[in-house]
């Protein structure tokens, strides 16, 4: 075989016969494999040799735990170097791999054809990416591709169950995919009303006040139909003005070509926010991702990310970042979307900038056992990153309670909440990314007084331990718990999220010129994400840096400005879930924002 290639392929002699002799005897050794593809999804027929695949090769970070470490000091309000954050050469070279592992893959790479051009470094040349048809995907992986069908979506996905690397490269190489990955990064949000097109009934007399949970008087509405005003009343931000020009934006991420219309965005300024109409924002396309000003093209998850987002912290510039992940498809397979994975596409790009918004909100993710663990690392090495130079990232907790991380109302109850890793061990579902630890995760929460959503995502990681951070929070939790509580079914070691909530229910958003209520952590990442820009825009105004990545702050003493959800649960696998507390809970968090008394924290530090 080896030979074969050599006589086909025109490479230049010394680096072709080089790679032969680093590779000669090398035996090909399994990378990772998985037992079999997950609930739902079934073997169709094998790949088209020709189909293209984009493979993404991620390689070792050696410098990685430096880059952490600063990240816990940068971050942790108590030590000197707090604010102190790294910049883009800094964060690239901490996060390069070792020379010589360039060299390595270089050479396996050459050895297959693919020349210099045909390969794609990120900025810190830590992920390698190569278009590749199938067919010599499957010879350098030593596997067999094949089309995988979604039973109930119709879903079609190329993947294999295992690959394999020659020896010499598995120190070299942290992960290729697709290959293994499953995962559908759903958008999180709860389709339960929006699609009627109905209204709530408000029967609240209008003028009529109650009391929020800052103890001010709010509309009565708000306790059935959250609206811009609603929110800034409920969490104390009525007279905040922010800047068009200190240098603040706000950030909202978009997949799956959802996409942002600009009429439904300027009918929901008229109508919540008048002095924001005519107001526009910045839309980034990363690999490919739509903005389709169709009308018929709005996406419902984007249009209320940046409905909310953008309308409650006007005039601070927005970035709407719209990620495509889909390699061009071949009309002769019978499938109608290839997904791919779209976080390191995003990731790439955003760690490639000079200037990132300093905070972003992401309403997407998937079951963490859909996520190999490989990738989640790498993935969360990402949002570390992104931490460390100063960006406040914030994720969804997602809308399944303890179980399934996506709430499908046409998934029967059984085939939720089991392990996929063929043993079928019935367990709670944690969420990725939100069960990254380097990552702020909003919950969900409703009425007046705020109780729990009962969708709201929350839980325990299987894959990232606990950080430190939250130590006390979370065993103070636990140890509320009975004896014996849910015993197997979470993993009491592991990152507990979410972190902080939000109102998540009838948020009157604009779709498609209608006004339309949206359910769902959806909800609650954007609007927490907007207090957290007003946050730092107040910073910023008063020359401090931006806040970074938030939970070394919310733990220690942030947490006494939110208000505390003691009341509701979330429900999910046929249990009852878990209870919201005094204190921290894996279904609110800490709570939800007092802004006024976040800002006077956050002023008051360095
Ligand atoms: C915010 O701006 C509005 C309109 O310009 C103004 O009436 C209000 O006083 C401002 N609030 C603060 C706190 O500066
Ligand atoms: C996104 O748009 C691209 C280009 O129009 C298309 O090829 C792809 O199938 C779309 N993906 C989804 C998930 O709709
Ligand atoms: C608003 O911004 C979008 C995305 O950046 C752009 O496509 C559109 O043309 C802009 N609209 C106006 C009126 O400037
Ligand atoms: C935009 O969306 C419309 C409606 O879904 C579709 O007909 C049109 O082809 C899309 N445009 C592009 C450029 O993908
Ligand atoms: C808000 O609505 C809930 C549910 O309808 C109700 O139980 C609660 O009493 C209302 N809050 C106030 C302050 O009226
Ligand atoms: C969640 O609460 C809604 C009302 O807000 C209710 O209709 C639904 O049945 C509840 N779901 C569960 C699983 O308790
Ligand atoms: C529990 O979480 C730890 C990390 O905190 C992990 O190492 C371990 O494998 C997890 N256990 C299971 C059963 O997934
Ligand atoms: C939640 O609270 C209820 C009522 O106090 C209690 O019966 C139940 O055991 C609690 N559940 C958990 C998981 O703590």
Partial sequence: ????????????????????????????????????????????????????????????????????????????????????????????????????TLAVVRKWLALHGLAEEDITLSSANDWVTIRVPVGLAEEMLTTDYHVYKHAQTGESIIRTMSYSLPEILHDHVDLIQPTTMFARFKAFKSTLHWTNHVQPIDSSPSGSTITGPAGNQVDASCNNTITVSCLRQLYNAMDYNTSATNGNILGITGYLNESTNNMDLQQFYQLQNPSAYGSNYTSVSINGGENNQSYEAAGIEANLDTQFGFGLTWPTPGTFYTTGGEPPFDPDLLTESDTNEPYSYWLEYVLSQDTIPQSISTSYGDDEQSVPRSYATRVCNGMAALGARGVSVIFSSGDGGVGDGVAYPDKPLEHQCYSNDGLKTPMFLPTFPASCPCVTVVGGTINIPETAANFSGGGFSNYFRRPSYQDDAVLAYLATLAPGTYKGLYNSTGRAYPDVSSQAVNFLTIYQGQETPVDGTSCAAPTFTAFVSMLNDARLSAGKSPLGFLNPFLYSTGYTALNDITEGRNPGCQTEGFNATVGWDPVTGYGTPNFEKLKDLVLAME
């Fill in 1 to 100: 075989m080896l030979t074969m290639r050599l006589a086909l392929l025109s490479l230049p002699f010394v680096a072709t016969l080089a790679s032969a002799i680093l590779f000669e005897g090398c035996q090909q050794k399994v990378k990772e494999s998985i037992h079999g593809p997950p609930n739902g999804w079934y073997k169709y027929v094998p790949a088209p040799k020709h189909h293209i695949l984009e493979l993404k090769i991620a390689l070792p970070q050696p410098k990685f735990p430096v880059l952490e470490q600063h990240l816990w000091e940068v971050s942790d309000p108590s030590h000197a170097r707090y604010g102190a954050h790294l910049s883009k050469q800094e964060t690239k070279e901490l996060m390069a791999p070792h020379p010589e």
